[in-house]
C-alpha cells in the first residue's frame, strides 16, 4: 500500500456503518489499489453512475443479503460536480457513513489545477516527492517543473542540446508516457524560446507519438549516408523531409541510442536498405539496416529475446507497464514465427522457456492488480468497455466530431501488428497510434465483446452474458443514454471480405456521429486454423493483403471519422488436456476457459484437471463460475494444437488499441 493510498485508506474503518457514501471529486477511488485495499478490508465499492445501474446492484448483491442477515459493507461512491449526497436514494443514504476527498486533501502543497491533469497512476510518486522536497506550496509554473522532474524525469532547465532533446522524446514515446495537455504546453514553452531548438518543429514531436517516429524514420536514412563508407550504396534514395528540423540527428550519443536500438528491435522503426556485408559491427546501428530481410529478422529477435526478461514488470507494476510491455512480447512472438531455422533452432528451448515465464509474471498481477482495473476513469481507458466512455469524452470535449470504432474480433496484439505492416506497405504512413487495453476474463466474446459496445461491466448484462446477438442493442443504448437520437448512431457486422464494404451503402455516414463495425475474419481464421499461430499469422496477413481493410479505413477516414481499432479478445497457442462438459454455460469456443452452473461442478472439474484455477471478480454477473486453464493449455481433444481464447494470459487479456487519423 503505498502512502497516498494510505491517506485514504485509514478513514475507511470496519463496522461504523452498513454503507458508507463517499464524494470522490477527483476520481481518486477509481485506483485500482484504492479500490482493492478497501474491499480487502472488507468492503464492497460501487460506482454510482446511474441509478438503474446502481439499483440493480443494491437490490441484488446488498438488500436481499442483508435481509439475510449478512454482515456486509457497502461503499457508494459519487462525483459531487454531478450528484449530491442527497440526490442518492433516501434509504441508501439513511444513517450511511459520509466521506469526501479531493485531490487538495492529498497535494496540499502543489497547485490543484496541474495535479488534477494527472492519472493516479502517478500520485505515488509525486506524493514521496511533495513530502521530501515541497516544503512550502508552490504556484502553478512551480508545480509543473515540479511534476515534470519528479513524475516524468523531464527536467527543462538541462534540455540545452539537440542530444537532450532527442533523448527526451525518445524516453517519452518509447515509452508511451501520456504527460497531460498542460504539462506538454508547458514544455514546448519554455524550449520553443532556446535558440538551438528553432528549427524543430517542437509543439508537434513532444505531443504526437506517430508524428515523433515518422520524424526519426525519415532521418534514419541520411545517418546511416553519413555514417558509413561513401562508397558504400544505399538503395534507397535520400527522400525529401516531411517535418523541418535539422535533417541529421545525433542517433549516435550514448543517451539516444539505447533508445534506437529498442525502437528497430521493436518494430517500429523502418530499418533502411544496405548491402550487410559493409553494414557496421555496432548492433544498435544493424538493427536498422536490411540486407537480406532474414539477417534483421534474425538479429532484432535475438536482441529482443535478451531484454524481454530483465524488462517483464512484476506484480507490483502498474497496468500501464504492462500494456507497454505487451508490445514488445507481442513483437518478439511475431519474429519467432519468422526467423531462420537455424535461429530457430539455437532459441528451441530458451524462447518457449521465456513466454511460460512472462506469462507466470502476468498471472501474479493479475492476481493483485487486475481487480480495480474497471473503475478506472474512461477518459484514460484501461479496458475494453471503457472505450465507448473515451469517445463520449471527447465528443463531449469537442477534441473530436465523429468516431468509427472497429472491433476486429478475436484480434491479439501479435496479429495486429502483423496488418499494421501491411497497412504500411498498402500506402498509410505513420499516422497509427498505438496502444492496448485490458479484455475481460474470462476472454469470450459474449462477456468481453458486449462490454466493448455496451460501456458496462458484464455484472449489468447478466441476462445475455452467453449471447453474441446483443452489441447493436447494447451501443445504441449506450448512445441514446447520452442524448444521440437513432440516425446519429450507426453498426455493421461483417466478415471483412472484399466486397463487404457495401454494408456501408445503406447507412448515410454524412448523418452519423458514431459507427460501429465488427469485423469477424480474424476470429473466423483462428476457429479453423490446424497449423497453431504460425499458420494463423500468415493467413492474417493474406486477408490485410486483399485489401478490405485498407479500403474501409480510407472511406472512413475521408468521410471525417477519427477511427478506433480493437478487439475483444486476443488468442494463444495451446495443446488439448480433454474436454471437461458438466454443467458448461460457456460459450463453445473459448476453449481455455469453462463456465459452470455451479460452484460445486467446477470444484469437481477442478479436482480432475492438473492446473486449472478458479477465476473470481466482482464485475462478472455472480452466477458465473469460472474455471481457467493453464497456459499452454486448452480444453480441447487430448494433444490437439490450436490457436484459441477464453483465458488468461498475456496474450489473451490484453489486447491492441490504435487511434488512426487520415490514411490518405
Given at each position: 500500500m503505498s502512502d497516498w493510498q494510505s491517506f485514504i485508506l485509514h478513514r475507511f474503518v470496519p463496522g461504523v456503518a452498513r454503507?458508507?457514501?463517499?464524494?470522490?471529486?477527483?476520481?481518486?477511488?477509481?485506483?485500482?489499489?484504492?479500490?482493492?485495499?478497501?474491499?480487502?478490508?472488507?468492503?464492497?465499492?460501487?460506482?454510482?453512475?446511474?441509478?438503474?445501474?446502481?439499483?440493480?446492484?443494491?437490490?441484488?448483491?446488498?438488500?436481499?443479503?442483508?435481509?439475510?442477515?449478512e454482515a456486509i459493507e457497502m461503499v457508494v461512491v459519487f462525483k459531487p460536480s454531478e450528484l449530491e449526497f442527497e440526490t442518492l436514494p433516501a434509504d441508501v443514504l439513511a444513517h450511511a457513513h459520509q466521506l469526501s476527498f479531493t485531490?487538495?486533501?492529498?497535494?496540499?502543497?502543489?497547485?490543484?489545477?496541474?495535479?488534477?491533469?494527472?492519472?493516479?497512476?502517478?500520485?505515488?510518486?509525486?506524493?514521496?516527492?511533495?513530502?521530501?522536497?515541497?516544503?512550502?506550496?508552490?504556484?502553478?509554473e512551480?508545480?509543473?517543473?515540479?511534476?515534470?522532474?519528479?513524475?516524468?524525469?523531464?527536467?527543462?532547465?538541462?534540455?540545452?542540446?539537440?542530444?537532450?532533446?532527442?533523448?527526451?522524446?525518445?524516453?517519452?514515446?518509447?515509452?508511451?508516457?501520456?504527460?497531460?495537455?498542460?504539462?506538454?504546453?508547458?514544455?514546448?514553452?519554455?524550449?520553443?524560446?532556446?535558440?538551438?531548438?528553432?528549427?524543430?518543429?517542437?509543439?508537434?514531436?513532444?505531443?504526437?507519438?506517430?508524428?515523433?517516429?515518422?520524424?526519426?524514420?525519415?532521418?534514419?536514412?541520411?545517418?546511416?549516408?553519413?555514417?558509413?563508407?561513401?562508397?558504400?550504396?544505399?538503395?534507397?534514395?535520400?527522400?525529401?523531409?516531411?517535418?523541418?528540423?535539422?535533417?541529421?540527428?545525433?542517433?549516435?550519443?550514448?543517451?539516444?541510442?539505447?533508445?534506437?536500438?529498442?525502437?528497430?528491435?521493436?518494430?517500429?522503426?523502418?530499418?533502411?536498405?544496405?548491402?550487410?556485408?559493409?553494414?557496421?559491427?555496432?548492433?544498435?546501428?544493424?538493427?536498422?539496416?536490411?540486407?537480406?530481410?532474414?539477417?534483421?529478422?534474425?538479429?532484432r529477435f535475438e536482441e529482443l529475446g535478451k531484454h524481454l526478461l530483465t524488462s517483464c514488470p512484476d506484480k507490483s507494476a502498474s497496468p500501464q507497464e504492462w500494456t507497454a510491455f505487451a508490445y514488445r512480447y507481442a513483437q518478439a512472438n511475431l519474429l519467432w514465427k519468422q526467423i531462420s531455422q537455424p535461429t530457430r533452432e539455437k532459441y528451441q528451448r530458451e524462447f518457449p522457456r521465456i513466454r511460460s515465464f512472462v506469462n507466470e509474471q502476468f498471472s501474479a498481477w493479475l492476481a493483485c492488480g487486475y481487480a480495480g482495473l474497471f473503475n478506472y476513469?474512461?477518459?484514460?481507458?484501461?479496458?475494453?468497455?471503457?472505450?465507448?466512455g473515451y469517445m463520449a469524452h471527447r465528443?463531449?470535449?469537442?477534441?473530436?466530431?465523429?468516431?468509427?470504432?472497429?472491433?476486429?474480433?478475436?484480434?491479439?496484439?501479435?496479429?495486429?501488428?502483423?496488418?499494421?505492416?501491411?497497412?504500411?506497405k498498402q500506402g498509410i504512413a505513420g499516422n497509427i497510434e498505438e496502444s492496448a487495453v485490458f479484455a475481460w476474463v474470462p476472454s469470450i466474446t459474449p462477456?468481453?465483446?458486449?462490454?466493448?459496445?455496451?460501456?458496462?461491466?458484464?455484472?449489468?448484462?447478466?441476462?445475455?452474458?452467453?449471447?453474441?446477438?446483443?452489441?447493436?442493442?447494447?451501443?445504441?443504448q449506450f448512445w441514446s443514454d447520452r442524448g444521440m437520437v437513432s440516425g446519429q448512431v450507426g453498426f455493421v457486422a461483417v466478415p471483412g471480405d472484399v466486397g463487404d464494404g457495401s454494408a456501408l451503402d445503406a447507412l448515410d455516414l454524412s448523418q452519423l456521429r458514431v459507427l460501429a463495425i465488427t469485423l469477424f475474419k480474424v476470429d473466423k481464421i483462428m476457429h479453423g486454423m490446424q497449423l497453431g499461430s504460425a499458420g494463423m499469422i500468415g493467413q492474417v496477413r493474406s486477408w490485410t493483403e486483399e485489401g478490405f481493410l485498407r479500403s474501409l479505413l480510407a472511406r472512413l477516414t475521408s468521410s471525417g471519422f477519427e477511427v478506433l481499432i480493437s478487439s475483444d479478445h486476443g488468442n494463444v497457442e495451446a495443446v488439448g488436456i480433454g474436454t471437461p462438459q458438466e454443467g458448461i454455460l460457456s460459450d463453445k469456443r473459448g476453449q481455455r476457459c469453462r463456465i459452470y452452473t455451479e460452484p460445486?461442478?467446477?470444484?469437481?472439474?477442478?479436482?480432475?484437471?492438473?492446473?486449472?484455477?478458479?477465476?473470481?471478480?466482482?464485475?462478472?454477473?455472480?452466477n458465473l463460475h469460472v474455471l481457467l486453464a493453464r497456459y499452454g493449455d486448452a480444453?480441447?481433444?487430448?494433444?490437439?494444437?490450436?490457436?484459441?481464447?477464453?483465458?488468461?494470459?498475456?496474450?489473451?487479456?490484453i489486447v491492441p488499441f490504435a487511434h488512426l487519423g487520415d490514411t490518405n
Amino acid at each position: 500500500m503505498s502512502d497516498w493510498q494510505s491517506f485514504i485508506l485509514h478513514r475507511f474503518v470496519p463496522g461504523v456503518a452498513r454503507v458508507t457514501a463517499v464524494s470522490d471529486a477527483d476520481g481518486l477511488l477509481r485506483d485500482p489499489g484504492v479500490f482493492r485495499a478497501i474491499e480487502e478490508r472488507g468492503f464492497s465499492v460501487v460506482q454510482f453512475e446511474d441509478s438503474i445501474s446502481f439499483r440493480y446492484d443494491y437490490e441484488t448483491r446488498f438488500r436481499a443479503r442483508w435481509d439475510a442477515g449478512e454482515a456486509i459493507e457497502m461503499v457508494v461512491v459519487f462525483k459531487p460536480s454531478e450528484l449530491e449526497f442527497e440526490t442518492l436514494p433516501a434509504d441508501v443514504l439513511a444513517h450511511a457513513h459520509q466521506l469526501s476527498f479531493t485531490l487538495r486533501d492529498v497535494f496540499p502543497r502543489l497547485s490543484y489545477g496541474v495535479v488534477s491533469q494527472l492519472e493516479t497512476v502517478h500520485f505515488e510518486a509525486l506524493f514521496r516527492a511533495q513530502t521530501q522536497y515541497a516544503s512550502h506550496p508552490l504556484g502553478e509554473e512551480l508545480t509543473k517543473d515540479f511534476v515534470l522532474q519528479h513524475v516524468f524525469s523531464i527536467v527543462p532547465s538541462i534540455i540545452t542540446k539537440e542530444s537532450d532533446l532527442l533523448r527526451m522524446l525518445c524516453q517519452k514515446h518509447y515509452g508511451k508516457v501520456a504527460v497531460p495537455e498542460i504539462l506538454e504546453a508547458y514544455l514546448v514553452s519554455v524550449l520553443s524560446h532556446r535558440g538551438v531548438f528553432q528549427s524543430w518543429p517542437l509543439q508537434l514531436l513532444v505531443r504526437d507519438r506517430a508524428a515523433f517516429l515518422e520524424f526519426l524514420d525519415e532521418r534514419w536514412p541520411a545517418f546511416v549516408r553519413e555514417t558509413m563508407d561513401e562508397t558504400s550504396i544505399v538503395r534507397e534514395e535520400p527522400q525529401k523531409l516531411k517535418y523541418s528540423g535539422p535533417a541529421l540527428l545525433p542517433f549516435q550519443h550514448d543517451d539516444v541510442r539505447v533508445f534506437i536500438d529498442n525502437l528497430f528491435e521493436d518494430g517500429i522503426l523502418t530499418p533502411v536498405s544496405w548491402d550487410w556485408n559493409e553494414a557496421p559491427s555496432e548492433t544498435w546501428i544493424r538493427v536498422g539496416i536490411i540486407g537480406k530481410p532474414e539477417e534483421n529478422i534474425d538479429l532484432r529477435f535475438e536482441e529482443l529475446g535478451k531484454h524481454l526478461l530483465t524488462s517483464c514488470p512484476d506484480k507490483s507494476a502498474s497496468p500501464q507497464e504492462w500494456t507497454a510491455f505487451a508490445y514488445r512480447y507481442a513483437q518478439a512472438n511475431l519474429l519467432w514465427k519468422q526467423i531462420s531455422q537455424p535461429t530457430r533452432e539455437k532459441y528451441q528451448r530458451e524462447f518457449p522457456r521465456i513466454r511460460s515465464f512472462v506469462n507466470e509474471q502476468f498471472s501474479a498481477w493479475l492476481a493483485c492488480g487486475y481487480a480495480g482495473l474497471f473503475n478506472y476513469p474512461a477518459v484514460t481507458p484501461l479496458m475494453v468497455h471503457h472505450l465507448p466512455g473515451y469517445m463520449a469524452h471527447r465528443l463531449e470535449k469537442g477534441d473530436a466530431q465523429r468516431f468509427a470504432f472497429i472491433i476486429i474480433d478475436g484480434l491479439a496484439i501479435e496479429q495486429w501488428l502483423a496488418i499494421r505492416d501491411e497497412l504500411r506497405k498498402q500506402g498509410i504512413a505513420g499516422n497509427i497510434e498505438e496502444s492496448a487495453v485490458f479484455a475481460w476474463v474470462p476472454s469470450i466474446t459474449p462477456i468481453s465483446r458486449q462490454a466493448a459496445f455496451s460501456g458496462k461491466i458484464p455484472r449489468y448484462f447478466a441476462e445475455s452474458i452467453t449471447q453474441t446477438n446483443r452489441d447493436e442493442i447494447r451501443w445504441r443504448q449506450f448512445w441514446s443514454d447520452r442524448g444521440m437520437v437513432s440516425g446519429q448512431v450507426g453498426f455493421v457486422a461483417v466478415p471483412g471480405d472484399v466486397g463487404d464494404g457495401s454494408a456501408l451503402d445503406a447507412l448515410d455516414l454524412s448523418q452519423l456521429r458514431v459507427l460501429a463495425i465488427t469485423l469477424f475474419k480474424v476470429d473466423k481464421i483462428m476457429h479453423g486454423m490446424q497449423l497453431g499461430s504460425a499458420g494463423m499469422i500468415g493467413q492474417v496477413r493474406s486477408w490485410t493483403e486483399e485489401g478490405f481493410l485498407r479500403s474501409l479505413l480510407a472511406r472512413l477516414t475521408s468521410s471525417g471519422f477519427e477511427v478506433l481499432i480493437s478487439s475483444d479478445h486476443g488468442n494463444v497457442e495451446a495443446v488439448g488436456i480433454g474436454t471437461p462438459q458438466e454443467g458448461i454455460l460457456s460459450d463453445k469456443r473459448g476453449q481455455r476457459c469453462r463456465i459452470y452452473t455451479e460452484p460445486s461442478l467446477r470444484a469437481n472439474a477442478m479436482a480432475k484437471i492438473e492446473g486449472s484455477t478458479p477465476w473470481e471478480h466482482s464485475g462478472l454477473p455472480p452466477n458465473l463460475h469460472v474455471l481457467l486453464a493453464r497456459y499452454g493449455d486448452a480444453f480441447v481433444q487430448k494433444g490437439v494444437k490450436i490457436a484459441c481464447h477464453g483465458g488468461s494470459s498475456l496474450e489473451e487479456v490484453i489486447v491492441p488499441f490504435a487511434h488512426l487519423g487520415d490514411t490518405n
